[in-house]
Structures are given as C-alpha cells and as structure tokens.
C-alpha cells in the first residue's frame, strides 16, 4: 500500500510569513495526526483527527497554527505568523483508527529565517 | 502527564558488535504501551520493536530485543549484531492504553553510530 504521502518536503519562508503543509494518510486511515520536532527533540503532538473531528490539540498554539481535514481525507496544516522557533520538521501520521498504531510520513522540515 | 527520559545523546558501536540505549519514563498509568522508534535521515519515523505494559515477557524482533522493567519504569533496547545500516537517531516512546488519548509521547532520542 501506498504510505502516508506529504508536501512539500522542504520550505524556508522569512518570519511573519504564513506557510501551510499537506498531508494525504494511507487510504482508508480515519485517524490522522500531526507532530513538530524541533532539531534535538523528539516529535510532540500538534494535533490528532479521527475522521474530520479533532480528538486532541490541547498543544497546538492556536494563536498562530490551524488545522483542518474538511473531507476526512487530506489535511493541511498553516502557520500565519511564522516565527523563528518554529523551525522544525512537520511530521503526519495515519492509521486505521486511534487504538492501533500510525505509520508516519517523511515529513516537511521548515527553516523560517 | 507522562514524560519519557534517555539519557544518551549518542552511543557508538562497532559493526557486529552490541550496543545497549536506554529509556526510563514517569507515569502513573498502569496499562500502556512503550516502544522504540528508528529515524534514519529520510526523517521517516520506523517501528522497531513494542512492548506492552501488562506482559513481563520482554519483546523481541530479530536483532533487536528490550529489557523491560515496570517496577523501576525503565525500557531499554539491545541490538545484537550491529550493522551499518542500524545507525540513526533511536527514540523512545510512550502510548497510554487508557481512554481515547492514542498519541506518541517521545524522548529526545540518541543518535547511534555504526563504525567498521
């Protein structure tokens, strides 16, 4: 089967610059989440989806970060305002429902300068 | 709120040699999951291994296998043979089995390095 598909792999954007990332999960996958690993750390939770519902965001700063998977498919994530510590890799991962585990995609690594 | 610790920033091996990395966590849960994780640098995070809380039998999968111990809430993961293709980032990982919460508490990871 085809895995967890995302895009772009790569984006630099000055601060105060918005930017959004796309996620396509394995077909059929009704949970969908997404995690921010800043270089030296391990990936933190963002925010998880079970179909287009959001179960848990309770770290997304939502000041600045947005979410959304309209159809329960794709999702997108958006910055807007970026800021310098939000350089980071932007990982997406889906499974078939949240008691199993997720496959991760190879994620967008963000430079915002 | 559980947190998963390891102590290792970088740990290096020789090739067919064994190396052991550590992982100690903090919860009050008693039903959970641990795991570990490799991330070469394509970014992709790959399973290695899983270990389920209520099983005293320790996971193994090939050449790598975990030493798990509740009481002291410690994970730590041996791989045997090492090979060239082992060296990555390793983190550990933390899923409550609890309620609906399925997210991935990680540690910071060690960076492990295979040399000939």
């Known amino acids: 089967e085809a895995g967890v598909a995302q895009s772009p792999r790569y984006k630099i954007i000055e601060k105060r610059q918005s930017v959004a990332f796309w996620c396509n999960p394995i077909?059929?996958?009704?949970?969908l989440y997404w995690y921010q690993q800043i270089l030296g750390q391990g990936p933190k939770l963002l925010i998880q989806?079970?179909?287009?519902?959001?179960?848990?965001d309770s770290q997304l700063p939502k000041d600045r970060f947005s979410a959304e998977r309209l159809k329960g498919v794709d999702s997108t994530l958006k910055i807007q305002p970026a800021k310098l510590e939000d350089s980071a890799v932007y990982l997406c991962?889906?499974?078939?429902?949240?008691?199993?585990?997720?496959?991760f995609g190879s994620g967008t690594r963000l430079t915002v300068v | 709120a559980q947190t998963v610790t390891q102590s290792q920033p970088e740990m290096s091996v020789q090739e067919a040699e064994t190396v052991t990395l550590s992982c100690t966590y903090d919860?009050?849960?008693?039903?959970?999951?641990l795991f570990w994780y490799k991330q070469p640098p394509s970014r992709q995070m790959i399973l290695v291994i899983r270990?389920?809380?209520?099983?005293?039998q320790n996971a193994t999968e090939n050449r790598f296998s975990v030493n798990f111990q509740k009481a002291a809430k410690s994970f730590s993961l041996k791989i045997s043979d090492s090979q060239l293709g082992d060296a990555a980032m390793y983190f550990c990982?933390?899923?409550?089995?609890?309620?609906?919460?399925?997210?991935?508490?990680f540690g910071t990871g060690t960076r492990l390095q295979v040399t000939l």
């Open positions: 919860t009050s849960e008693s039903d959970y999951y």
């Open positions: 077909s059929g996958h009704a949970t």
């Open positions: 990982a933390y899923r409550s089995n609890t309620g609906t919460a399925s997210k991935l508490t």
């Open positions: 991962a889906s499974s078939l429902n949240q008691d199993l585990l997720g496959t």
């Open positions: 989806f079970q179909n287009n519902g959001v179960v848990d």
């Open positions: 270990q389920e809380a209520y099983k005293q």
